[in-house]
T-cell receptor, first 115, second 115 residues
Framework: AQSVTQLGSHVSVSEGALVLLRCNYS??????LFWYVQYPNQGLQLLLK??????LVKGINGFEAEFKKSETSFHLTKPSAHMSDAAEYFC?????????????FGSGTRLSIRP | KAGVTQTPRYLIKTRGQQVTLSCSPI?????VSWYQQTPGQGLQFLFE???????NKGNFPGRFSGRQFSNSRSEMNVSTLELGDSALYLC??????????????FGQGTRLTVV
């Protein structure tokens, strides 16, 4: 079984500040891990994904995440927040043997950016 | 290339009615998955179709069903609508190959309101 826990349903940072969104996962098999972003009334857009190999993953819009197996974590960071980063962010997991079809999502973290 | 297209974008139905939602995947993608998004339950996996066959199924009642056509387009049907079925229904398409490092691309969703 797999599950994802996102710590903090709402995070607020100042423009230019570090963004840190926390995600912990549980998986009985090697996982694929994802971060998605959702803007109002839109679908989900993939920010980045970890499958195998390098544990530090770089994504779009300056985001990156580090897979830490010992901590079962996959936190999302961005060094400097921009107003356009305001959105809902979802951490997700799927088993390695699955296609990208059965993804388990966390409950989401709403990111607000203060001017 | 064209993205994932969901129709209609918005729908209002009355309790007890049934509804059909449509999803056209990216050309060449054989897997279509459906997700329900609600404020209370978050994003939940409904089912996945691959090459016209249901390959994975989430934990939803039998009122929720789907099908996939030979051109990979998929429809989702909900019968005997309940107020709790009000949600954003998202469709995702992917190549569908098991064990492959594939990505799911999401449509913009259909917002269903049951009154």
């Amino acid at each position: 079984a797999q599950s994802v826990t996102q710590l903090g349903s709402h995070v607020s940072v100042s423009e230019g500040a570090l963004v840190l969104l926390r995600c912990n996962y549980s998986s009985s098999v090697p996982p694929y891990l994802f971060w998605y972003v959702q803007y109002p009334n839109q679908g989900l857009q993939l920010l980045l994904k970890y499958t195998t190999g390098a544990t530090l993953v770089k994504g779009i819009n300056g985001f990156e995440a580090e897979f830490k197996k010992s901590e079962t974590s996959f936190h999302l960071t961005k060094p400097s927040a921009h107003m356009s980063d305001a959105a809902e962010y979802f951490c997700a997991v799927s088993p390695w043997y699955s296609s990208a079809s059965k993804i388990i999502f966390g409950s989401g973290t709403r990111l607000s950016i203060r001017p | 290339k064209a993205g994932v297209t969901q129709t209609p974008r918005y729908l209002i139905k009355t309790r007890g009615q049934q509804v059909t939602l449509s999803c056209s995947p990216i050309s060449g993608h054989r897997s279509v998955s459906w997700y329900q998004q609600t404020p209370g339950q978050g994003l939940q996996f409904l089912f996945e179709y691959f090459s016209e066959t249901q390959r994975n199924k989430g934990n939803f009642p039998g009122r929720f069903s789907g099908r996939q056509f030979s051109n990979s387009r998929s429809e989702m049907n909900v019968s005997t609508l309940e107020l709790g079925d009000s949600a954003l229904y998202l469709c995702a398409s992917s190549l569908g190959d098991i064990g492959m490092n594939t990505e799911a691309f999401f449509g913009q969703g259909t917002r269903l309101t049951v009154v």
